[in-house]
């Protein structure tokens, strides 16, 4: 049994990642106050890329985790001109870029014939001597580069939000457009900026999902942890380090199915498969009792802006 626990929490961190990763990058995006719901999509995106690049480039995983973040910030350039440019209502253009990143990537992962193909992707780097410690060795210095990168990356995007004059702009924006923009700010810019920036970790994510995680190419293979990530937002209330402490709560979720079979604990496979999206609809409930207490939602989260109105 020790071991079981033993295994269950030194994959945890590794599975935690993509939704640490996809709910920073929403974050960043819905801070300027435009509603992200493509994470799906892009995260789809970033896994192909991830895995294209690898296999194009002489088997380079941090090549092919930086083709991820691109294709990621790409297309979700196509977004941004939707619902910043064109004020395209974001619910719509965000579903709509999820099928549209579902239909790209099973075509061109077909065509190319990048489905199925197995990788060696990004290798455990043990910190030693820390890696010798007993268990807490395993569980916390016996992990990929990335893994190891997600606590600085979290640190320096909570610096840039809370601290830096760009990133309290940003969430003025966020706040109050029409303020920002007596005060001279761009609205259009900043948000620009957020949704491009937030989609390149999303990207990575997905890029981590296939390289790191996975180290395979299989259409569809994000299983809705996108759409987990857009829960986790709301259930973080909108600040990074809770939404770390959500993401550690669903890989530990995830990461328990396949100890429980190796427990020998007899639980249908459905219901154990399940278990992440049950998990987010309690803390859909969870969230929406709490929120009658009050809400960190930036006040101007999916309203498009136009220079010339005022409310």
Not at 99 to 110: A, M, P, S, Y
């Amino acid at each position: 049994m020790q071991d079981i626990v033993i295994s269950w929490l030194a994959n945890l961190p590794s599975l935690a990642v993509p939704y640490a990763l996809a709910s920073l990058g929403l974050i960043i995006s819905e801070r300027s106050g435009v509603l992200s719901l493509g994470a799906e999509g892009l995260m789809l995106v970033g896994a192909l890329a991830g895995v294209a690049a690898y296999l194009s480039f002489g088997g380079h995983p941090l090549l092919a985790l930086v083709a991820a973040m691109i294709a990621g910030a790409f297309v979700s350039i196509l977004f941004a001109v939707l619902v910043v440019l064109l004020r395209v209502n974001q619910v719509i253009a965000g579903l709509s870029l999820v099928f549209f990143c579902q239909g790209l990537t099973n075509l061109i992962g077909t065509v190319a014939n990048w489905s199925n193909r197995t990788v060696s992707g990004l290798h455990v780097l043990p910190l030693y001597p820390l890696s010798e410690l007993p268990v807490v060795g395993r569980v916390l210095f016996t992990q990929d580069l990335i893994v190891y990168l997600t606590i600085p990356i979290f640190i320096a995007v909570t610096y840039f939000l809370n601290r830096t004059n760009a990133g309290l702009r940003l969430r003025a924006i966020g706040e109050n457009p029409e303020a920002a923009d007596a005060a001279g700010l761009n609205i259009y810019l900043y948000r620009f900026a957020a949704v491009i920036g937030g989609s390149a970790l999303v990207g990575l994510a997905g890029g981590y999902l296939s390289v790191g995680s996975a180290k395979i190419w299989i259409a569809g293979m994000t299983s809705g942890r996108g759409w987990i990530a857009v829960a986790l937002v709301i259930f973080a209330r909108w600040h990074p380090w809770r939404a770390l402490a959500g993401a550690l709560l669903f890989g530990g979720i995830e990461a328990l199915i396949p100890q429980v079979a190796a427990a020998g604990i007899r639980v249908p496979q459905y219901f154990m498969l399940m278990t992440p999206y049950l998990a987010t609809l309690a803390v859909m409930v969870w969230q929406e009792v709490r929120g009658r207490i009050g809400s960190d939602e930036p006040a101007a989260l999916g309203q498009p802006y136009v220079r010339e109105e005022r409310t």
